[in-house]
């Protein structure tokens, strides 16, 4: 193992010791595999190269201050994976054998969990994806998970910071009856225009609206949209949007704390009216929203005027945070200690 700066590290990739995979053919799935190879030796008719049935998961492994390794509400991305298995019509990977192979890849890679003090992670990725050979448009009738870690440092340096995004209104991450709801790759494909787009305007990234009428709000790029107005957590309601375990935890603490929630459908035309606004997923846990530019209007609606995150929203990331580090009583059960 090469010396890891722990607190100098990047939300990218770094190689670790070990993969773990299975393969689902003639019915059934392999025992699982403990590999050093980071490459997959894959079909060039593989359905996943030709026709998209592809999902993944991201997920965080955290070492505690009692040096023990923490996984968050590893339940919901195996339950996630079987949805977006079904979604794009693959052979789903049962609840036992996701935490099977997620654990191995953890216990195999455990001197790549940072330490405690670091402010870094362990970023799990499951990964599933069609790898027999079709040439026609119909499900493959291989199936391939594999489990890869990597050590990630928090994705924002130097503290938790307000970002800029800017509205999309000609492109559509998904379509309305389509597999926005899945965590497939197909989805970020269609997102990267828009993405890209942003980046090179100097914005953080995009807010979508929904592809029918434009007049809502449906994700914020890779990540949910969530809002504070008042005692309340306000969070898009839609069937494009991926169902996020860190929006979901959030929804969750909000109420703890005496907040009124309400997930629905939110206008466009009611972003002025909220005190915060912010980016949720599994990356940065909380992106506070500083700036929305609308392109088409040339209008810029402001949020974090001093320059700092909203107070709701850092009390939310103080508290989900704790929990996942161990740092603050579990009482959802959302957390398992790895033996």
Known sequence: MENINWKDLSFGYIKT??????????????EPEVTDSEYVNVHMAATALHYGQEAFEGMKAYRGKDNRIRLFRWKENAKRM????????????P??????V?????KFNEKYVPPYESGAALYIRPLLFGSGPEVGVKPSAEYTFMVFVTPVGPYFKGGIKPVNMMVCRDVDRAAPLGTGEYKVGGNYAASLRAIVKARDANYANV?????KEKKYIDECGP????AVKGNTYITPKSDSILPSITNKSLMQLAEDMGMKVEKRKVAFEELP?????????TAAVISPIGKIFDPD???VLEYCKDGNPGSVQMKLYKKLTSIQKGDEEDKFGWITVLD
Do not use: P, Q
Not at 95 to 100: R, V
Not at 102 to 106: G, I, L, N
């Open 17 to 30: 010791d070990y993969n773990v995979r299975t393969v689902f053919k003639d019915g059934k799935w392999s």
């Open 223 to 226: 990540a949910n949209f969530f």
């Open 297 to 299: 209007t040339n209008k």
């Open 207 to 211: 807010i979508f609206l929904d592809a």
């Open 82 to 93: 079987i949805n977006s298995a079904r979604g794009v019509i693959m052979a789903e990977v």
């Open 102 to 106: 997620v654990f191995k890849a953890v």
């Open 273 to 281: 009216e909220f005190d915060e606004v912010g980016a949720c997923g």
């Open 95 to 100: 609840e036992e054998l996701f935490k099977e």
